[in-house]
């Protein structure tokens, strides 16, 4: 798999477990390490979720802001200091942390959210709220974007 897509819903026990779904780990399995990295999103009541490679480039990245810079502190404090490194059981769960749970309202269950290179981890209702809306902005705006070019046809 190239890239983390789709929607899946799955059930979180009173641990905490959840199952990551398939695809999202098999994308995982090809990358530097199998670890997901998962923190609280500063836009929205959700969890954002990477690989090391993603982690890796914001760290990269943060040399690029001035040092001590508000933007700079803020990055590294939004997605570096409350970010949670998760390890998968043998039966591909991982345990969502208390504290990430209450953030993002979720209980029972969770909406996986492919994003590309990341994913997010959504409240089911919340996230529908959160989808329609979004569609709606786009479609109001009339949103295009213009494709990058593949590496196929450079």
């Known amino acids: 798999m190239t890239a983390l897509v789709g929607r899946h819903i799955c059930r979180i ?3 905490g477990r959840v199952s990551i779904p398939k695809s999202f ?3 995982f399995s090809t990358k530097i390490s199998e670890d997901v990295y998962v923190y609280p999103s500063f836009k929205y009541y959700a969890l954002e979720a990477c690989g090391e ?13 001035d040092i001590f810079s508000d933007d700079q502190d ?3 404090s939004t997605i570096l200091e409350n970010s ?4 998968y059981d043998s039966d591909g ?3 969502l942390p208390k504290s990430l749970l209450k ?7 969770a909406v996986f959210v492919g994003r590309g290179i990341t994913f997010q981890i959504w409240e089911p209702s919340a996230y529908e709220m959160h989808n329609t809306a979004v569609f709606e ?8 974007f213009r494709l990058k070019e593949s590496r196929e046809e450079k």
């Open 53 to 65: 490679d993603f982690i890796s480039q914001v760290v990269s990245s943060l040399n690029t802001l």
């Open 137 to 144: 902005r786009a479609r109001a705006r009339g949103l295009t």
């Open 25 to 27: 780990r098999e994308f």
């Open 93 to 95: 769960r991982v345990i």
């Open 84 to 87: 949670v490194k998760l390890k």
């Open 103 to 109: 953030y993002s309202k979720i209980d029972t269950k």
């Open 74 to 76: 803020d990055v590294a």
């Open 13 to 15: 026990d009173k641990k």
